[in-house]
């Protein structure tokens, strides 16, 4: 979508190490293999995609945005207006305002 968007820089976050890990070094024997060369061919396009391990409590709309598609019916989604639990997390992101981590023992 950003690439088709005319995005040229391009930061993706995630907080799945394992994720960044596969796209990074995975081989061609790994089952979903077929999904992170599609990912790989993605990132060799003439943009600058930079991939970064994020704390969930560091980007909360997104943490949002993920446990809604949870609920939503398989394939893309596009918000075009943001719902106000959404604004008000995105507000939180922008000004940098991240949430306790709690661990139980």
């Given at each position: 979508m ?7 820089e ?25 999904l ?8 060799s ?5 930079e ?55």
């Amino acid at each position: 979508m950003a690439w088709d968007e005319g995005a040229r820089e391009v930061e993706v976050q995630t907080d799945s190490r394992a994720a960044l890990e596969l796209i990074r070094e995975s081989t061609g024997t790994h089952p979903h293999h077929i999904l992170i060369s599609q990912i790989r061919q993605l990132l060799s396009r003439d943009w600058q995609v930079e991939l970064k391990h994020v704390f969930r409590e560091g980007n909360v709309a997104a943490d949002f945005l993920a446990s809604l598609g949870h609920s939503l019916s398989v394939g893309e989604h596009t918000i075009t207006v943001p719902s106000p639990t959404l604004n008000h997390l995105l507000l939180y992101d922008v000004m940098g305002i991240q949430t306790p981590r709690f661990v139980s023992n």
